[in-house]
T-cell receptor, first 113, second 115 residues
């Protein structure tokens, strides 16, 4: 079974721009979660989607949003980028047979200049 | 609020030394516990997990962890480390029986294994 895939792998943007990151979960997994990883704050939960509905949301500003499509693929969007948004954005999926275990993708490394 | 504390920020060991990485959690309820590893340049991988039953769980690559409920701890151990174990290790907790709660991670412990 293919793992979680994320695109793009690397991204450079400037302050004020917006960005969209994509995540394809493991086949059959319907839950997709997003995390932000930075050296200072570590891994922090952004949000989780299940069957196209946001089920949980972390403590991030409204500039961070997401959605999930009917095929379980998910996107997250960050508008009005700030320097502090530079981070590794990780997507994780879980599903039948492993509903309580999350499997992570390689991440998208975003650099905001 | 839920939190996970990993005691060591950076651990340096020689090959064949024994490893123990500390993890304590604060969570109001029954928990599921995880250890993930992030090798240099690679994605986060599941090492092992504890849901219920035997508090000593075995994972991949010779790692094991022991859940001590009274101490709110889930320490990771390996009897003899190898150079290839150089990585960052993350302890994480999530609630059981409370819907789909997100993973709460510790800040991670960087392990450097030297020859």
């Amino acid at each position: 079974k293919a793992g979680v895939t994320q695109t793009p792998r690397y991204l450079i943007k400037t302050r004020g721009q917006q960005v969209t990151l994509s995540c394809s979960p493991i086949s059959g997994h319907r839950s997709v979660s997003w995390y932000q990883q930075t050296p200072g704050q570590g891994l922090q939960f952004l949000f989780e989607y299940f069957s196209e509905t946001q089920r949980n949301k972390g403590n991030f500003p409204g500039r961070f949003s997401g959605r999930q499509f009917s095929n379980s693929r998910s996107e997250m969007n960050v508008s009005t980028l700030e320097l502090g948004d530079s981070a590794l954005y990780l997507c994780a999926s879980s599903g039948p047979g492993s509903v309580e275990t999350q499997y992570f993708g390689p991440g998208t490394r975003l650099l905001v200049l | 609020a839920q939190s996970v504390s990993q005691h060591n920020h950076h651990v340096i060991l020689s090959e064949a030394a024994s490893l123990e990485l500390g993890c304590n959690y604060s969570y109001g309820g029954t928990v599921n516990l995880f250890w993930y590893v992030q090798y240099p340049g690679q994605h986060l991988q599941l090492l092992l997990k504890y849901f219920s039953g035997d508090p000593l769980v075995k994972g991949i690559k010779g790692f094991e962890a022991e859940f001590i409920k009274s101490k709110f701890s889930f320490n990771l151990r390996k009897p003899s480390v190898q150079w290839s174990d150089t990585a960052e290790y993350f302890c994480a907790v999530t609630g059981r029986y409370s819907g789909n709660t997100p993973l709460v991670f510790g800040k991670g412990t960087r392990l450097s294994v030297i020859a």
